[in-house]
């Protein structure tokens, strides 16, 4: 797990590299290759995972020598994938000797084969192509500045604001406040973009011509499996995938909450461990109802793992606050990348990797705004419209929206309205811009991903997935775990359990009320229920210590300050 920095035709140092000396403390290089009048830069910083040795040295050849590579990320088959080279004398056994040589031999379109978290950049040496690549989920960050004259990317915004110096974006600061994140490609500043997940851009450096292609395949719905085959089926992809990401030659941790998904990780990673695995743990003082503590130490005393856990107070809450914005540098809107920063510090004292379990909520329907899209198929539109007027009255956010959404026939403005954070009216008399990017980006995924062919709860999964998950949740982990120099892996993603996962008629992902329907069933043979059903505590819940009250006016206080301090205001909203 590494940092990425490279240019065509700006030059930067070791001081600039060093912006995102976290995210490798372990080792750093940097080369220039010239070609013609114009030159391309490559820049790296290592946390050594695998193979630690000086072999896994970047920026790295192909044997051949008619490719270099800097690579952010582990590639949890490829071992598989060397299989499949032959004539090839390896100098050691780092996957990113591996890809780059895959790639060597196979061409950029075998980065489909890659099962794992990554961006890189790839510079073909013979016919002057230069290829940025991001994994099908977006778990690795990569961000590029372009103008007429330079081209600069990167693993975070920081060596790009030292480079380049952008402005703000008002386009994208008003897509920002709809969805409370800037989904990719956009970012908050202008000339800067994400590259999208899942997708490759290839750059031609004698015509300056970029190009952008997905290697993202639509999975179709197999409405023929039976329940049982499919719960034995996942059962052993979830094993293999938990088993594949183990891949470490350092010792790997389990971030733990109190919840199935993190307690499922968890069981397998104990069960092929030699010896009690490192689980860790944050909570909350003065009884707060969002405390986990005391559940996840419940799960690992039945895993028997050897448990670390601490808790924060409101001041340690509101200390690290302004740190957590520049860590982030990206305004999202969410209060859970606090206690995530104490997590990750604590984590850091003991392990260089851990298992998360995240990203079960998208592809197995976890969230309460599917069931409505459900509901949505199930009545006729004019329902809905007729009750519209009711919402004023509602204060729960969610339901207000839902009501907003459901008579809305057309699906991506159906999904825009249950997304959005402000309406267009609130979005202009705060900042005199409005947007319908957020639409585009919808549909971008929407079409890619062939939601036409699915029924409406299907497809807002499989867009969720792409957009909304890569560009807030997984933004901010990698963010924070790097910003410990710690690789956080995501196994719930690995590729063929989520092939599989989106195969399923939604029928077997939401039953009724119960969203993750076949994920618990498949824990109910490991489990026991209390973990598997247990309420889930949000941070979002705070009702007895007065942080709530304490976030308020701090949000009051932020409003009257310039627009720039967007990044506080939207870390804090709900």
């Given at each position: ?27 750093s290089g940097m080369v220039q290759i010239d070609y013609g009048d114009n030159s391309i830069y490559l820049g790296h910083r290592r946390l050594a995972i695998q193979y630690i040795s000086a072999a896994g040295h970047q ?10 590579m800097v690579f952010n990320g582990e590639i949890y088959n490829h071992y598989e994938l060397r299989d499949k080279l032959t004539g090839i004398k390896f100098k050691g056994h780092s996957d990113t000797e591996t890809i ?214 409101d001041d340690e809450f509101e200390h690290i606050f302004s740190e957590c914005i520049n860590i982030v540098e990206e305004p999202l809107g969410t209060t859970s990348i606090i206690p995530m920063y104490y997590l990750n ?230």
């Amino acid at each position: 797990m590494c940092g990425i920095l490279g240019s065509i035709n700006q030059p930067f140092d070791e001081n600039t590299l060093n912006l995102i000396s976290h995210r490798g403390p372990d080792d750093s290089g940097m080369v220039q290759i010239d070609y013609g009048d114009n030159s391309i830069y490559l820049g790296h910083r290592r946390l050594a995972i695998q193979y630690i040795s000086a072999a896994g040295h970047q920026p790295m050849y192909s044997a051949c020598r008619k490719f270099i590579m800097v690579f952010n990320g582990e590639i949890y088959n490829h071992y598989e994938l060397r299989d499949k080279l032959t004539g090839i004398k390896f100098k050691g056994h780092s996957d990113t000797e591996t890809i780059v040589n895959y790639i060597a031999h196979f061409g950029i379109d075998a980065v489909k084969d890659f099962n794992g978290i990554f961006a890189f950049a790839l510079f073909d040496i013979e016919n002057n192509q230069l290829y940025l690549a991001r994994d099908r989920f977006g778990v690795k960050p990569l961000y590029f500045f372009k103008d007429t004259d330079r081209f600069i990317f990167s693993s975070e915004i920081r060596p790009l604001q030292a480079l380049a110096e952008p402005h703000i974006n008002v386009d994208n600061l008003a897509l920002l406040l709809k969805l409370r994140f800037n989904p990719s490609p956009t970012a908050l500043y202008e000339a800067i973009y994400k590259l999208l997940p899942g997708h490759v851009l290839s750059i031609d450096l004698a015509t300056r011509c970029h190009t952008l292609f997905s290697f993202i395949k639509p999975v179709a719905i197999n409405n023929d499996i039976s329940f049982a085959d499919a719960l034995e089926t996942y059962e052993k992809l979830f094993e293999q995938a938990i088993k594949r990401q183990l891949l470490a030659d350092v010792e790997v941790g389990v971030l733990l909450s109190g919840g199935i998904d993190s307690a499922l990780v968890a069981y397998y990673a104990q069960k092929y461990s030699d010896k009690p695995i490192k689980t860790f743990t944050i909570g909350f003082n003065d009884h707060d109802d969002s405390d986990e503590t005391l559940a996840a130490q419940e799960t690992a005393d039945l895993l028997g793992t050897e448990h670390y856990s601490i808790k924060i107070s409101d001041d340690e809450f509101e200390h690290i606050f302004s740190e957590c914005i520049n860590i982030v540098e990206e305004p999202l809107g969410t209060t859970s990348i606090i206690p995530m920063y104490y997590l990750n510090q604590l984590a850091a004292k003991h392990v260089k990797v851990v298992l998360t379990g995240q990203g079960a909520d998208e592809p197995l329907g976890g969230y309460k705004r599917y069931q409505g899209e459900i509901i949505h198929e199930k009545f006729p539109a004019f329902i809905f419209k007729h009750l519209k007027p009711l919402s004023k009255f509602i204060k729960n956010e969610q339901q207000y929206r839902a009501l907003n959404a459901l008579g809305e026939k057309d699906i991506i403005k159906r999904f825009d309205l249950i997304y959005a954070l402000f309406k267009n009216e609130e979005i202009h008399a705060l900042i005199g811009r409005i947007t319908d990017k957020n639409q585009h980006c919808i549909k971008y995924f929407y079409d890619l991903l062939e939601g036409n062919k699915k029924k409406g709860v299907e497809a807002m999964m499989a867009n969720d997935l792409r957009m909304n998950l890569p560009d807030d949740l997984l933004l901010y982990t990698d963010k924070i775990s790097m910003h410990f120099s710690i690789e956080a892996r995501v196994p719930i993603l690995d590729n063929d359990l989520i092939d599989f996962i989106e195969s399923l008629p939604y029928r077997y992902r939401i039953n009724g009320k119960e969203g993750k329907y076949i994920h618990k069933k498949f824990a109910e043979k490991i489990l026991p229920n209390q973990i598997i059903y247990r309420m889930k505590k949000a941070f979002s819940r705070q009702q007895k210590n007065g942080l709530r009250a304490k976030k308020a006016l701090l949000i009051k206080n932020y409003y009257l300050m310039p627009i720039l301090n967007l990044h506080t205001i939207l870390i804090l909203m709900q």
